[in-house]
């Protein structure tokens, strides 16, 4: 069974640094790419990034690019979603999914909550 | 890349039959055949509903279909069930460097 776990629930300050993380299973990890997906309170499904975990090409929303940094582990079948200075509007749900290719993704994580208050 | 265009809102008795819209441009929805659809609950993880603009992935009720016109994919509900209230977005390929367009997503109420 394919499976993507995200870590949990985080709590941060403006200025902080943050990473949260996506484990894959049930499958080749290297095989599928990983996006993430933003959901701010309220809104919809917005696109931020994917990586191939393969070779850790990315590609970044242009709204995204710059304030964010995807990375992937393939020993440990992980993807990461890194902000080195959180602002309050990073406050989102933050889901990663497996694109089985282009914007089709069949298997997504449980999402990560992260707030961004002072 | 603009967000592609969804009804805010739709709503309809159990037993009906309803249509989202999901409209772009040449450059996305209607330059490829690559338009996906996500039934989203509350608080949960979007689920995949429709993919490559008709296609249902296994275990998806048949009472769910796509189709596309122009630059202009549609998602049908027949049958409507009280479970199938959720929010459902739609998203297109736009091209190999890009990430995709989704829509701003649409309210399913069912009376």
């Known amino acids: 069974e394919v499976q993507l776990i995200q870590s949990g629930a985080e709590v941060k300050k403006p200025g902080e640094s943050l990473t949260i993380s996506c484990k894959g299973s049930?499958?080749?990890?290297?095989?599928?790419?990983i996006s993430w997906v933003r959901q701010m309170p309220g809104k919809g499904l917005e696109w931020m990034g994917r990586?191939?975990?393969?070779?850790?090409?990315?590609n970044y929303s242009p709204s995204i690019q710059g304030h964010v940094s995807i990375s992937a582990d393939e020993s440990i079948n992980t993807a990461y979603l890194q902000w080195n200075s959180l602002k309050a509007s990073d406050t989102a749900l933050y889901f990663c999914?497996?694109?089985?290719?282009?914007?089709?993704?069949?298997?997504w994580g449980q999402g990560t909550l992260v707030t961004v208050s002072s | 890349q603009s967000a592609l265009t969804q009804p805010a809102s739709v709503s309809a008795s159990p037993g009906q039959s309803i249509t989202i819209s999901c409209t772009g441009t040449a450059s996305d929805v209607g330059g490829y055949n690559y338009v996906s659809w996500y039934q989203q609950h509350p608080g949960k993880a979007p689920k995949l509903m429709i993919y490559?603009?008709?296609k249902r992935p296994s275990g998806v009720s048949n009472r769910f279909s796509g189709s596309k016109s122009g630059n202009t994919a549609s998602l049908t509900i027949s049958g409507l069930q009280a479970e199938d209230e959720a929010d459902y977005y739609c998203t297109s390929y736009a091209n190999s460097d890009t990430l995709g367009v989704f829509g701003g997503g649409t309210k399913l109420t069912v009376l």
């Open positions: 990586i191939d975990p393969s070779d850790s090409y990315t």
């Open positions: 490559d603009v008709n």
């Open positions: 049930g499958y080749k990890f290297t095989n599928y790419w």
């Open positions: 999914a497996r694109i089985d290719s282009g914007v089709t993704a069949s298997n």
